[in-house]
């Protein structure tokens, strides 16, 4: 410190230990404890200013100028005064002491460190594990994360992402890649919660929508028909060329066992006034004693959109459309159905050579029949012709076919063939207009595959 920083002092001696008290210049009178007895002690009034030079100029308490005013008194230079000073260090904050105490620097006794000491190792533990706490949440949100977003790059491939993959070429996907491809539509139909959504993943055929508002309201669902439960079809080469696909869904019959310890035949059956026939037993049991199968065919069809599914036959096989349609007659009601056709022995009309009856069984259930009496000479009988096998040297020959089924408005009703609107490929799937009849009889083979 330089001596143009420090203040002019001057000085007067303590009356009870004749001590030397040094006092700023120009201080008025004050009484305070002498710093050397700790007595009260009353200083001098005097006027004195700060006198230029710094701390080697001292004037004392009473004497004159040169001028002979009162105030101070020339003195060329008093007799220099030991003076003690006490230089206070700066005070240290509470974060510097603490940072200190953390390097292993021990701070004052009795000065209270203790307790910052502790509180600060506390703290900072809390913000070690705080930060531990983040770390972890972070990583465990970011894995998650990833993760989600692989899985909905897998599921949201779209119907024909297999197909568009760059490493997988289209016989491949022909093989296996449609697999993946047909569950996640399935998925998606089944899913749907209305007509028009499950009518995105249909192939949108003349009338499709309307089925599906009627038999799949809004809020529906196939809970009862799971889609894990659907097994892939592997299909003939030329099926696969034309990019038709099978899943099929079979739920076997299922045998209710109370219903053998039943009445079974007539009351003379029962009463043991005769025999129960085998014949009998084997109707009650079929008719009576199991529960109804379920059979589904979920048949796709690769278009430029993607697959899309058959949903008419799905609804066919899922609510056994046919069989009600066949059983229940309805006047002037038409319908289609996926059908395998064959050539029927009808006694009814066996003899009559206008008439050919054929046999139309629903594609996924064999027992639901109907055997319709065709005239030879309609379209539908001509085409038809193709399955013709009586008085022929020839194996009896079945097709599928997608036809239009009609009741008659005359009383009794009767079941007619309205249209054939195709032969199937290999039996899974056709295109409308290929039953065109050619002008040979002879050339079946034209009108199918």
Known sequence: MNGSSKLSQASFRCKHC?????????????????PHCGKV????????????????????????DK??????????????VTTTIRLEAPKKSAAEAAQKEDLGMPRLAGGGGGGNKRRGKGNMAAVIAAVLILLVAGGVTLWLAEKWKKDKQADAGGADHA???PTMSADVWSLTGWKQDASEVLNAFMTAKTPEERMKYAIPNEGVLDELKMFYPAGSD???????????VMGGEADRGRGIFLMQYRQPAQIDMREYFAPIGSLEAVTGQRLTSLLEMAHRIDEDNLSKPVGINAFFKKTEQGLKLDASVF?????????????????????????????SLSHELRDDPRYRTYRLEDFAYPRDFANVPTQVDSEAGKILSALNWR?????????????????SDESPSQL????????????VGGEPGNTLVHESPADSSAEGE
């Open 222 to 232: 196939d809970a009862d028909t799971p889609q894990e439960s659907f097994a892939h």
């Open 41 to 64: 002690v009353t200083s001098p009034g005097q006027g004195a200013k700060p006198v230029a030079g710094g701390s080697d100029a001292v004037v004392s308490a009473g004497q004159t």
């Open 18 to 34: 004749d001590k030397p008290i040094f006092i700023p210049a120009g201080l008025a009178a004050t009484t305070a404890p002498c």
């Open 163 to 165: 197909a568009n993959t």
């Open 315 to 343: 609804i066919q096989g899922k609510f056994r459309t046919f069989r009600a349609f066949v059983d229940y007659p309805r006047p002037g009601k038409t319908q289609v159905f996926r059908v395998v056709a064959r050539e």
């Open 391 to 407: 008085g022929e040297n020839r194996e009896l020959t079945m097709r599928t076919a997608t036809v239009e089924l009609g009741w």
């Open 416 to 427: 007619k063939i309205v249209k054939v609107v195709c032969w199937e490929f290999l039996g």
């Open 67 to 80: 001028a002979g005013g009162p105030g101070v008194a020339p003195v060329a230079k008093p007799a220099p």
